[in-house]
Protein backbone atom coordinates (compact mmCIF):
# COMPACT_ATOMS: atom_id res chain seq x y z
CA UNK A 1 0.00 0.00 0.00
CA UNK A 2 1.04 3.30 -0.81
CA UNK A 3 2.53 5.57 2.12
CA UNK A 4 1.56 8.85 2.21
CA UNK A 5 4.42 10.89 4.55
CA UNK A 6 3.07 12.73 7.54
CA UNK A 7 2.76 16.53 6.59
CA UNK A 8 5.17 19.49 7.92
CA UNK A 9 3.57 22.21 9.84
CA UNK A 10 1.82 24.23 7.53
CA UNK A 11 2.30 21.80 4.63
CA UNK A 12 -0.86 22.15 2.23
CA UNK A 13 -1.48 18.70 1.38
CA UNK A 14 -1.48 19.40 -2.59
CA UNK A 15 2.36 18.77 -1.43
CA UNK A 16 1.83 15.93 0.61
CA UNK A 17 0.90 14.25 -2.19
CA UNK A 18 3.48 15.45 -4.18
CA UNK A 19 6.34 14.43 -1.79
CA UNK A 20 3.78 10.81 -1.80
CA UNK A 21 4.45 10.69 -5.69
CA UNK A 22 8.18 11.07 -5.70
CA UNK A 23 8.71 8.79 -2.40
CA UNK A 24 6.55 6.04 -3.86
CA UNK A 25 9.03 6.78 -7.54
CA UNK A 26 5.61 7.40 -9.25
CA UNK A 27 5.68 9.29 -12.15
CA UNK A 28 2.24 8.82 -13.96
CA UNK A 29 -0.22 11.34 -12.19
CA UNK A 30 -3.00 9.26 -13.11
CA UNK A 31 -1.09 6.32 -11.14
CA UNK A 32 -1.02 8.42 -8.40
CA UNK A 33 -4.74 9.45 -8.03
CA UNK A 34 -5.41 5.96 -8.19
CA UNK A 35 -3.04 4.78 -5.24
CA UNK A 36 -3.94 8.16 -3.34
CA UNK A 37 -7.43 8.57 -3.98
CA UNK A 38 -8.32 5.57 -5.60
CA UNK A 39 -10.39 7.95 -8.29
CA UNK A 40 -8.43 8.92 -11.65
CA UNK A 41 -11.12 11.78 -11.80
CA UNK A 42 -9.82 13.79 -8.64
CA UNK A 43 -8.71 17.23 -9.76
CA UNK A 44 -5.32 18.18 -8.11
CA UNK A 45 -6.39 21.27 -6.09
CA UNK A 46 -3.58 23.73 -3.96
CA UNK A 47 -5.56 25.68 -1.79
CA UNK A 48 -9.09 23.92 -0.79
CA UNK A 49 -8.67 20.36 -2.25
CA UNK A 50 -11.40 17.58 -1.22
CA UNK A 51 -11.19 14.03 -0.90
CA UNK A 52 -9.14 14.71 2.43
CA UNK A 53 -10.68 11.47 4.28
CA UNK A 54 -9.09 9.43 2.05
CA UNK A 55 -5.59 11.42 3.07
CA UNK A 56 -7.09 10.83 6.78
CA UNK A 57 -6.91 7.09 6.08
CA UNK A 58 -3.26 6.95 4.78
CA UNK A 59 -2.22 8.73 7.59
CA UNK A 60 -4.22 6.37 10.16
CA UNK A 61 -1.39 4.94 10.95
CA UNK A 62 0.57 8.02 12.33
CA UNK A 63 -2.48 9.12 14.42
CA UNK A 64 -4.39 12.24 14.90
CA UNK A 65 -4.98 13.16 11.44
CA UNK A 66 -8.67 13.52 11.21
CA UNK A 67 -10.49 15.44 7.86
CA UNK A 68 -11.01 18.38 9.85
CA UNK A 69 -7.94 18.58 11.40
CA UNK A 70 -5.81 17.82 7.72
CA UNK A 71 -8.65 20.44 6.59
CA UNK A 72 -7.45 23.02 9.25
CA UNK A 73 -4.04 22.75 9.42
CA UNK A 74 -3.24 21.96 5.96
CA UNK A 75 -5.36 23.73 3.57
CA UNK A 76 -6.21 27.65 3.38
CA UNK A 77 -10.04 26.57 4.37
CA UNK A 78 -9.36 28.71 7.93
CA UNK A 79 -8.38 31.76 6.11
CA UNK A 80 -12.69 31.92 4.75
CA UNK A 81 -13.99 29.91 7.57
CA UNK A 82 -14.30 32.31 10.48
CA UNK A 83 -16.22 35.02 8.03
CA UNK A 84 -18.95 32.44 6.73
CA UNK A 85 -22.20 31.61 8.01
CA UNK A 86 -21.73 28.65 9.93
CA UNK A 87 -24.10 26.21 7.61
CA UNK A 88 -21.85 27.19 4.96
CA UNK A 89 -18.93 26.05 6.77
CA UNK A 90 -20.01 22.73 7.85
CA UNK A 91 -20.88 22.06 4.49
CA UNK A 92 -17.50 22.88 2.96
CA UNK A 93 -15.96 20.80 5.83
CA UNK A 94 -18.02 18.09 4.21
CA UNK A 95 -17.46 18.95 0.79
CA UNK A 96 -13.69 18.90 0.99
CA UNK A 97 -13.53 15.63 3.11
CA UNK A 98 -14.95 13.54 0.24
CA UNK A 99 -16.43 14.96 -3.62
CA UNK A 100 -16.34 18.76 -4.22
CA UNK A 101 -15.75 19.23 -7.69
CA UNK A 102 -15.49 22.81 -7.45
CA UNK A 103 -18.43 23.59 -4.88
CA UNK A 104 -16.34 25.08 -2.52
CA UNK A 105 -14.37 27.63 -3.51
CA UNK A 106 -18.14 28.55 -4.81
CA UNK A 107 -19.21 28.44 -1.70
CA UNK A 108 -17.08 30.23 0.36
CA UNK A 109 -17.06 33.07 -2.01
CA UNK A 110 -13.76 32.43 -3.30
CA UNK A 111 -14.44 32.80 -7.24
CA UNK A 112 -16.64 35.79 -6.36
CA UNK A 113 -14.27 37.93 -4.12
CA UNK A 114 -12.43 41.05 -5.48
CA UNK A 115 -9.53 39.81 -3.57
CA UNK A 116 -8.08 37.09 -6.12
CA UNK A 117 -7.30 33.49 -4.85
CA UNK A 118 -3.12 33.01 -5.48
CA UNK A 119 -3.50 30.69 -9.37
CA UNK A 120 0.67 30.43 -9.40
CA UNK A 121 2.81 28.53 -7.42
CA UNK A 122 4.54 30.66 -5.21
CA UNK A 123 7.33 30.73 -2.83
CA UNK A 124 9.98 32.18 -0.25
CA UNK A 125 13.62 31.45 -0.59
CA UNK A 126 14.23 32.47 3.03
CA UNK A 127 12.22 30.09 4.62
CA UNK A 128 13.11 27.38 2.03
CA UNK A 129 16.46 27.56 3.20
CA UNK A 130 15.00 26.66 6.85
CA UNK A 131 12.72 24.26 5.71
CA UNK A 132 15.84 22.42 4.13
CA UNK A 133 18.19 22.61 7.23
CA UNK A 134 14.59 21.68 9.29
CA UNK A 135 13.53 18.54 6.86
CA UNK A 136 15.96 17.75 4.78
CA UNK A 137 13.62 19.05 1.58
CA UNK A 138 11.50 21.86 1.05
CA UNK A 139 7.47 21.55 0.34
CA UNK A 140 4.93 24.27 -0.71
CA UNK A 141 3.68 25.95 2.39
CA UNK A 142 0.22 27.16 2.86
CA UNK A 143 1.16 30.44 4.27
CA UNK A 144 2.67 31.37 1.03
CA UNK A 145 -0.70 31.27 -0.99
CA UNK A 146 -2.87 33.86 1.21
CA UNK A 147 -4.48 35.52 -1.37
CA UNK A 148 -3.60 39.31 -2.02
CA UNK A 149 -0.89 39.22 -0.22
CA UNK A 150 2.90 39.20 -1.33
CA UNK A 151 4.65 39.01 1.74
CA UNK A 152 5.14 35.78 3.49
CA UNK A 153 5.20 35.14 6.99
CA UNK A 154 8.83 36.07 7.55
CA UNK A 155 8.40 39.73 6.18
CA UNK A 156 10.11 38.62 2.73
CA UNK A 157 8.91 38.91 -0.49
CA UNK A 158 7.04 36.30 -2.24
CA UNK A 159 8.20 34.87 -5.33
CA UNK A 160 5.90 34.65 -8.03
CA UNK A 161 6.87 31.76 -10.50
CA UNK A 162 5.64 31.65 -13.78
CA UNK A 163 3.55 28.49 -13.66
CA UNK A 164 -0.14 28.09 -12.48
CA UNK A 165 -0.99 25.09 -10.81
CA UNK A 166 -4.34 24.89 -12.13
CA UNK A 167 -2.36 24.28 -15.64
CA UNK A 168 -1.76 20.56 -14.33
CA UNK A 169 -5.42 19.20 -14.36
CA UNK A 170 -4.65 15.86 -12.46
CA UNK A 171 -0.26 16.75 -11.32
CA UNK A 172 1.05 17.06 -8.34
CA UNK A 173 4.17 19.77 -8.93
CA UNK A 174 6.66 18.89 -6.13
CA UNK A 175 8.17 22.46 -4.46
CA UNK A 176 11.65 23.33 -5.91
CA UNK A 177 14.41 22.72 -3.97
CA UNK A 178 16.53 25.54 -5.48
CA UNK A 179 15.44 28.47 -7.51
CA UNK A 180 17.00 30.09 -10.75
CA UNK A 181 16.61 33.48 -11.07
CA UNK A 182 17.91 35.22 -7.37
CA UNK A 183 17.69 37.98 -8.83
CA UNK A 184 14.28 39.00 -8.46
CA UNK A 185 13.71 42.87 -7.99
CA UNK A 186 11.62 43.52 -4.14
CA UNK A 187 8.74 45.52 -4.36
CA UNK A 188 7.98 48.29 -1.74
CA UNK A 189 6.15 47.03 0.81
CA UNK A 190 3.45 49.37 3.59
CA UNK A 191 4.49 49.23 7.21
CA UNK A 192 0.34 48.68 6.93
CA UNK A 193 0.80 45.43 4.53
CA UNK A 194 3.20 43.96 7.23
CA UNK A 195 0.88 44.29 10.02
CA UNK A 196 -2.20 42.79 7.75
CA UNK A 197 0.00 39.94 6.71
CA UNK A 198 1.02 39.13 10.17
CA UNK A 199 -2.48 39.01 11.20
CA UNK A 200 -3.80 37.19 8.25
CA UNK A 201 -1.59 34.51 9.38
CA UNK A 202 -2.90 34.43 12.12
CA UNK A 203 -6.32 33.93 10.91
CA UNK A 204 -4.48 30.85 8.90
CA UNK A 205 -3.86 29.48 12.35
CA UNK A 206 -7.20 29.43 14.13
CA UNK A 207 -8.41 26.57 15.42
CA UNK A 208 -11.72 24.75 14.42
CA UNK A 209 -14.66 26.99 15.45
CA UNK A 210 -18.09 27.91 15.11
CA UNK A 211 -19.10 30.75 12.95
CA UNK A 212 -20.96 33.77 13.72
CA UNK A 213 -24.13 34.89 12.25
CA UNK A 214 -24.21 37.92 9.75
CA UNK A 215 -26.53 39.38 12.18
CA UNK A 216 -23.67 39.04 15.12
CA UNK A 217 -21.16 40.54 12.36
CA UNK A 218 -24.01 43.68 11.74
CA UNK A 219 -23.77 44.24 15.95
CA UNK A 220 -20.14 44.15 16.39
CA UNK A 221 -19.42 46.53 13.62
CA UNK A 222 -22.50 48.61 14.67
CA UNK A 223 -20.28 48.80 18.11
CA UNK A 224 -16.77 48.97 16.54
CA UNK A 225 -18.16 52.43 15.36
CA UNK A 226 -19.50 53.55 18.52
CA UNK A 227 -16.74 52.54 20.51
CA UNK A 228 -14.78 54.82 18.41
CA UNK A 229 -17.14 57.78 18.25
CA UNK A 230 -18.03 57.26 14.31
CA UNK A 231 -21.23 57.45 14.56
CA UNK A 232 -23.94 60.03 13.29
CA UNK A 233 -26.72 59.36 15.30
CA UNK A 234 -27.62 55.85 15.05
CA UNK A 235 -25.51 55.34 12.00
CA UNK A 236 -21.76 54.83 11.27
CA UNK A 237 -19.98 57.78 10.21
CA UNK A 238 -18.68 56.22 6.81
CA UNK A 239 -16.55 59.67 5.60
CA UNK A 240 -14.38 59.09 9.35
CA UNK A 241 -14.13 55.75 8.88
CA UNK A 242 -12.79 56.14 5.54
CA UNK A 243 -10.28 59.09 6.73
CA UNK A 244 -9.14 56.21 9.37
CA UNK A 245 -8.44 53.18 6.44
CA UNK A 246 -7.33 55.17 4.45
CA UNK A 247 -4.89 56.91 6.79
CA UNK A 248 -3.92 53.23 7.42
CA UNK A 249 -3.67 51.47 3.64
CA UNK A 250 -2.85 54.57 1.01
CA UNK A 251 -5.10 53.95 -2.06
CA UNK A 252 -1.84 52.52 -4.04
CA UNK A 253 -1.80 49.62 -1.19
CA UNK A 254 -5.68 49.33 -1.53
CA UNK A 255 -5.84 49.15 -5.27
CA UNK A 256 -2.55 46.49 -5.02
CA UNK A 257 -5.16 44.27 -2.54
CA UNK A 258 -8.27 45.34 -5.26
CA UNK A 259 -9.53 46.49 -2.18
CA UNK A 260 -9.48 50.34 -3.11
CA UNK A 261 -13.10 51.77 -3.49
CA UNK A 262 -14.88 55.12 -4.24
CA UNK A 263 -15.40 57.06 -1.08
CA UNK A 264 -18.31 58.92 -2.28
CA UNK A 265 -19.78 55.39 -3.65
CA UNK A 266 -22.99 54.48 -1.60
CA UNK A 267 -22.41 50.83 -2.09
CA UNK A 268 -18.34 50.97 -2.04
CA UNK A 269 -17.63 47.82 0.48
CA UNK A 270 -16.13 49.61 3.40
CA UNK A 271 -19.98 51.31 3.95
CA UNK A 272 -21.58 47.95 3.76
CA UNK A 273 -19.69 46.56 6.08
CA UNK A 274 -20.96 48.58 8.64
CA UNK A 275 -24.34 48.41 7.26
CA UNK A 276 -26.13 45.55 7.84
CA UNK A 277 -24.53 41.69 6.39
CA UNK A 278 -25.90 40.45 3.80
CA UNK A 279 -22.81 38.47 2.55
CA UNK A 280 -19.76 37.18 3.50
CA UNK A 281 -16.97 39.55 3.59
CA UNK A 282 -13.20 38.68 2.88
CA UNK A 283 -10.79 38.01 5.46
CA UNK A 284 -8.66 40.91 4.39
CA UNK A 285 -11.54 43.35 4.53
CA UNK A 286 -12.33 42.23 7.77
CA UNK A 287 -8.71 42.37 9.33
CA UNK A 288 -8.15 46.09 7.25
CA UNK A 289 -10.92 47.63 9.16
CA UNK A 290 -9.48 46.22 12.53
CA UNK A 291 -6.26 47.62 11.65
CA UNK A 292 -7.51 50.81 11.10
CA UNK A 293 -9.74 51.08 13.81
CA UNK A 294 -6.97 49.96 16.15
CA UNK A 295 -8.64 47.09 17.81
CA UNK A 296 -6.94 45.51 20.44
CA UNK A 297 -6.52 42.04 20.57
CA UNK A 298 -5.43 39.22 18.85
CA UNK A 299 -7.49 38.26 16.08
CA UNK A 300 -9.50 35.06 17.89
CA UNK A 301 -10.10 37.22 20.92
CA UNK A 302 -11.65 39.43 18.37
CA UNK A 303 -13.60 36.90 16.74
CA UNK A 304 -14.34 35.34 20.45
CA UNK A 305 -16.09 38.97 20.82
CA UNK A 306 -17.96 39.08 17.55
CA UNK A 307 -19.63 35.59 18.54
CA UNK A 308 -20.85 37.17 22.03
CA UNK A 309 -22.63 39.49 20.09
CA UNK A 310 -26.45 39.50 20.44
CA UNK A 311 -28.11 36.75 17.44
CA UNK A 312 -31.08 38.52 16.88
CA UNK A 313 -31.19 42.24 15.43
CA UNK A 314 -32.25 44.87 17.71
CA UNK A 315 -34.18 46.02 14.27
CA UNK A 316 -36.70 43.61 14.31
CA UNK A 317 -37.85 43.87 17.77
CA UNK A 318 -38.89 47.57 16.71
CA UNK A 319 -40.57 46.72 13.87
CA UNK A 320 -43.76 45.15 15.82
CA UNK A 321 -45.23 48.61 17.65
CA UNK A 322 -44.99 50.59 14.55
CA UNK A 323 -47.90 49.14 12.87
CA UNK A 324 -50.24 51.51 14.84
CA UNK A 325 -48.07 54.59 13.86
CA UNK A 326 -47.37 54.65 10.57
CA UNK A 327 -50.93 55.77 10.22
CA UNK A 328 -50.67 58.76 11.87
CA UNK A 329 -47.12 59.47 10.49
CA UNK A 330 -48.57 59.26 7.32
CA UNK A 331 -51.31 61.58 7.67
CA UNK A 332 -49.24 64.41 9.37
CA UNK A 333 -46.69 64.13 6.13
CA UNK A 334 -49.64 64.01 4.03
CA UNK A 335 -50.88 67.48 5.94
CA UNK A 336 -47.62 69.21 5.98
CA UNK A 337 -47.48 68.73 2.34
CA UNK A 338 -50.55 70.47 1.44
CA UNK A 339 -49.15 73.63 2.45
CA UNK A 340 -45.28 72.92 1.78
CA UNK A 341 -42.78 71.93 -0.25
CA UNK A 342 -41.29 68.94 0.31
CA UNK A 343 -38.14 70.29 1.18
CA UNK A 344 -39.47 73.44 3.32
CA UNK A 345 -41.46 70.22 4.70
CA UNK A 346 -38.57 68.26 6.17
CA UNK A 347 -37.04 71.17 7.42
CA UNK A 348 -40.08 72.00 9.52
CA UNK A 349 -40.58 68.76 10.52
CA UNK A 350 -37.82 66.33 10.28
CA UNK A 351 -39.01 64.20 12.96
CA UNK A 352 -42.00 62.80 11.12
CA UNK A 353 -39.83 62.69 7.88
CA UNK A 354 -37.11 60.55 9.76
CA UNK A 355 -39.40 58.27 11.09
CA UNK A 356 -41.14 57.70 7.57
CA UNK A 357 -37.84 57.09 5.99
CA UNK A 358 -37.06 54.91 8.66
CA UNK A 359 -40.34 52.98 8.85
CA UNK A 360 -42.33 53.23 5.84
CA UNK A 361 -39.38 54.46 3.28
CA UNK A 362 -41.32 53.34 -0.11
CA UNK A 363 -44.31 54.66 0.75
CA UNK A 364 -42.24 57.96 1.34
CA UNK A 365 -40.64 57.46 -1.54
CA UNK A 366 -44.10 56.84 -4.09
CA UNK A 367 -45.97 59.80 -2.12
CA UNK A 368 -43.18 62.45 -2.46
CA UNK A 369 -42.61 60.94 -6.17
CA UNK A 370 -46.31 61.77 -6.80
CA UNK A 371 -45.72 64.92 -5.32
CA UNK A 372 -42.91 66.24 -7.66
CA UNK A 373 -44.87 64.83 -10.89
CA UNK A 374 -47.89 66.87 -9.50
CA UNK A 375 -45.96 70.21 -9.27
CA UNK A 376 -43.95 69.28 -12.42
CA UNK A 377 -46.96 69.08 -14.59
CA UNK A 378 -47.80 71.78 -17.18
CA UNK A 379 -50.72 73.57 -16.42
CA UNK A 380 -53.00 74.75 -19.47
CA UNK A 381 -51.79 78.35 -20.74
CA UNK A 382 -54.18 81.42 -20.83
CA UNK A 383 -53.29 82.58 -24.19
CA UNK A 384 -55.56 85.44 -23.98
CA UNK A 385 -54.19 86.43 -20.63
CA UNK A 386 -50.56 85.84 -22.00
CA UNK A 387 -51.55 87.54 -25.10
CA UNK A 388 -52.49 90.96 -23.08
CA UNK A 389 -49.40 91.11 -20.52
CA UNK A 390 -46.85 90.49 -23.09
CA UNK A 391 -48.34 93.28 -25.36
CA UNK A 392 -47.87 95.24 -22.40
CA UNK A 393 -44.93 94.55 -21.77
CA UNK A 394 -43.82 95.26 -25.16
CA UNK A 395 -45.08 98.64 -24.69
CA UNK A 396 -43.35 99.41 -21.90
CA UNK A 397 -40.34 98.08 -23.15
CA UNK A 398 -40.60 100.38 -26.39
CA UNK A 399 -41.00 103.13 -24.24
CA UNK A 400 -37.94 102.95 -22.45
CA UNK A 401 -35.80 101.86 -25.07
CA UNK A 402 -37.34 105.15 -27.68
CA UNK A 403 -35.72 107.45 -25.35
CA UNK A 404 -32.56 105.70 -25.09
CA UNK A 405 -30.72 106.42 -28.41
CA UNK A 406 -27.79 104.05 -27.69
CA UNK A 407 -29.85 100.92 -28.14
CA UNK A 408 -29.75 98.53 -30.00
CA UNK A 409 -32.01 97.90 -32.68
CA UNK A 410 -35.31 97.41 -31.29
CA UNK A 411 -36.66 94.92 -33.85
CA UNK A 412 -39.14 92.25 -33.69
CA UNK A 413 -36.76 89.54 -33.00
CA UNK A 414 -34.97 91.66 -29.95
CA UNK A 415 -38.34 92.67 -28.62
CA UNK A 416 -39.17 89.09 -28.29
CA UNK A 417 -36.37 88.21 -26.83
CA UNK A 418 -36.83 90.49 -24.40
CA UNK A 419 -40.39 89.72 -23.48
CA UNK A 420 -41.00 86.68 -20.65
CA UNK A 421 -41.24 83.41 -22.54
CA UNK A 422 -39.94 85.26 -25.49
CA UNK A 423 -38.53 82.07 -26.91
CA UNK A 424 -41.97 80.27 -26.83
CA UNK A 425 -43.85 83.36 -27.51
CA UNK A 426 -42.00 83.80 -31.08
CA UNK A 427 -43.21 80.33 -32.14
CA UNK A 428 -46.63 80.85 -30.98
CA UNK A 429 -47.21 84.36 -32.61
CA UNK A 430 -50.37 83.31 -34.11
CA UNK A 431 -52.26 82.49 -30.59
CA UNK A 432 -50.68 85.92 -29.62
CA UNK A 433 -52.67 88.52 -32.21
CA UNK A 434 -52.39 91.48 -30.09
CA UNK A 435 -48.83 91.53 -29.82
CA UNK A 436 -47.81 90.24 -32.80
CA UNK A 437 -49.54 93.61 -34.30
CA UNK A 438 -47.87 95.48 -31.57
CA UNK A 439 -44.45 94.27 -32.97
CA UNK A 440 -45.28 94.85 -36.58
CA UNK A 441 -46.57 98.41 -35.35
CA UNK A 442 -43.46 99.50 -33.13
CA UNK A 443 -40.32 97.14 -34.01
CA UNK A 444 -38.00 99.87 -35.37
CA UNK A 445 -37.11 99.09 -39.25
CA UNK A 446 -33.42 99.45 -40.36
CA UNK A 447 -33.79 102.91 -41.34
CA UNK A 448 -35.76 103.65 -38.46
CA UNK A 449 -32.66 102.28 -36.21
CA UNK A 450 -30.14 104.32 -38.89
CA UNK A 451 -32.05 107.66 -38.40
CA UNK A 452 -32.08 107.31 -34.45
CA UNK A 453 -28.50 106.46 -34.44
CA UNK A 454 -27.55 109.81 -36.77
CA UNK A 455 -29.74 111.90 -34.37
CA UNK A 456 -27.67 110.66 -31.34
CA UNK A 457 -24.49 111.26 -33.15
CA UNK A 458 -25.83 114.89 -33.85
CA UNK A 459 -27.10 115.20 -30.53
CA UNK A 460 -23.28 114.22 -28.91
CA UNK A 461 -21.56 116.32 -31.37
CA UNK A 462 -23.63 119.27 -30.35
CA UNK A 463 -22.77 118.95 -26.84
CA UNK A 464 -19.35 118.96 -27.51
CA UNK A 465 -19.74 121.67 -29.49
CA UNK A 466 -18.19 120.17 -32.63
CA UNK A 467 -18.77 120.67 -36.20
CA UNK A 468 -21.59 118.63 -37.65
CA UNK A 469 -19.86 116.89 -40.77
CA UNK A 470 -20.95 114.35 -42.73
CA UNK A 471 -18.32 112.14 -42.44
CA UNK A 472 -17.78 112.47 -38.82
CA UNK A 473 -22.18 111.86 -37.84
CA UNK A 474 -21.66 108.78 -40.30
CA UNK A 475 -18.26 107.43 -38.35
CA UNK A 476 -19.43 108.21 -35.16
CA UNK A 477 -23.26 106.50 -36.12
CA UNK A 478 -21.13 103.55 -37.17
CA UNK A 479 -22.29 104.26 -40.59
CA UNK A 480 -20.62 104.10 -44.18
CA UNK A 481 -22.20 105.49 -47.42
CA UNK A 482 -22.95 101.81 -49.08
CA UNK A 483 -24.73 101.02 -45.79
CA UNK A 484 -26.81 104.09 -45.55
CA UNK A 485 -30.76 103.50 -46.41
CA UNK A 486 -31.85 106.02 -49.07
CA UNK A 487 -34.39 107.25 -46.24
CA UNK A 488 -31.88 107.43 -43.63
CA UNK A 489 -29.63 109.50 -46.31
CA UNK A 490 -32.61 111.99 -46.71
CA UNK A 491 -32.83 112.15 -43.09
CA UNK A 492 -29.32 113.27 -42.59
CA UNK A 493 -29.19 115.80 -45.00
CA UNK A 494 -32.27 117.24 -45.15
CA UNK A 495 -32.70 117.59 -41.00
CA UNK A 496 -29.60 117.15 -39.71
CA UNK A 497 -27.00 118.95 -41.89
CA UNK A 498 -29.57 121.94 -42.25
CA UNK A 499 -29.36 122.32 -38.33
CA UNK A 500 -25.96 124.06 -38.89
CA UNK A 501 -27.15 126.53 -41.28
ZN1 LIG B 1 9.25 33.35 4.37
Same mark, same amino acid.
Given at each position: MTSVPVPYPNELIYSVIARTGVNEAISSPKQLLDEVF??? !?VISTLDLPSHIEKISQHLARAGQYSAEKLIY??? $?FPFYAPFVPESIRQRAIKLMSGFSNGAVHMMLGVAASRVKAVNYFRLCPSCMENQIRDYGETFWD????? *?? $??????SACLKNLP????????AYVLCP =? =?? !???SEVTGKVYPGLLKLCSSANEVLSLQAMESASFDQWTSFYQALAADNAMTRGRYADHEQIAEALLSCFPSSALQELNL???? !?? %? =??WLKTIFRKHRKSFSALQHLMVWQALKLKGTVAETIHEVKKK??? *??RRLVKQKTKGQVDIYRAKWQSLLRRLEIKEARRAEGGVYAWLYRHDRQWLIDFNAGRRRKRNGHKPINWHYRDLTLTRRCLELIAEK %??? $???PRLSKLWLINHLPHGRSSAKKLTKLPILDHCLDTYSESITDYQIRRLTYAAYQLLRQHEELAHWRLLRLAGLSIERITDEANDFLREVILRVRH
Open positions: GNR !KQHT $LRRWFI *PG $LNTCVCESWQEHRH =T =TI !KNEDFDV !KN %D =TNRAV *PI %DSD $LSS
